[in-house]
C-alpha cells in the first residue's frame, strides 16, 4: 500500500495517537489543517492549522487532568479522500466521566489530513464534560 494513500494516513495518525507518539500524529496533519469540534462547549467549532489542533488537544488533556484517551473501534472506512474512522473516547474530571462511541471522519489530500470532522453519540454528554459555553 502507498503510505500516503488516505487509508495509510489515517492509520498512521492513529497509530501514533495510541501509542502516545503527538508528534507522529501531528505530522499526519496539513499545516492549513480544519478541525470541527461539535457541540456546545469551551472546545466546539473550528480549530485551524496545526498550532490551532495543538492547542485543542492540549486543552482537552488538561481539562481531563490527562486522563483523555481514543481508541479506534472498528476498521476504517474510504471513500475517495474520506475516511470515516469508528471511535471510543472517554475522559475524566474532578466534576465528571465521560465514556462514548463517536466516529472521526478525515479528509486526506496529497498525503496529509487537511479537515477533521467529529461526530460524538452524545453531544450532551460531552457538552457537559468539557463545560458548555
Known amino acids: 500500500m502507498n503510505e500516503h494513500t488516505p487509508a495509510a494516513v489515517t492509520a498512521a495518525y492513529f497509530e ?8 507522529t500524529a501531528m505530522a499526519q496533519l496539513s ?3 480544519v478541525w470541527h469540534q461539535p457541540g456546545a462547549n469551551r472546545f466546539s467549532g473550528e480549530h485551524a492549522g ?3 489542533v495543538g492547542a485543542l488537544l492540549g486543552g482537552m488533556m488538561e481539562a481531563s487532568n490527562g ?5 479506534v473501534t472498528g476498521p476504517a472506512m474510504v471513500n475517495g479522500e474520506l475516511v470515516a474512522v469508528p471511535v ?4 475524566t474530571n474532578a466534576d465528571a466521566s465521560m465514556d462514548m462511541a463517536g466516529v472521526d ?11 477533521v470532522h467529529l461526530f460524538s453519540a452524545d ?11
Do not use: C, M, Y
Not at 501514533?16 to 508528534?23: Q, R
Not at 453531544?123 to 459555553?133: P, Q
Open 16 to 23: 501514533a495517537l495510541a501509542s502516545g507518539d503527538v508528534p
Open 123 to 133: 453531544g450532551a454528554a460531552e457538552d457537559a464534560f468539557w463545560g458548555r459555553v
Open 50 to 52: 496545526v498550532e490551532g
Open 88 to 91: 471510543r473516547f472517554s475522559g
Open 67 to 71: 486522563s483523555f484517551q481514543l481508541a
Open 105 to 115: 471522519l478525515l479528509t486526506v489530500r496529497d498525503g496529509k489530513i487537511v479537515a
Open 31 to 33: 499545516p492549513q489543517v
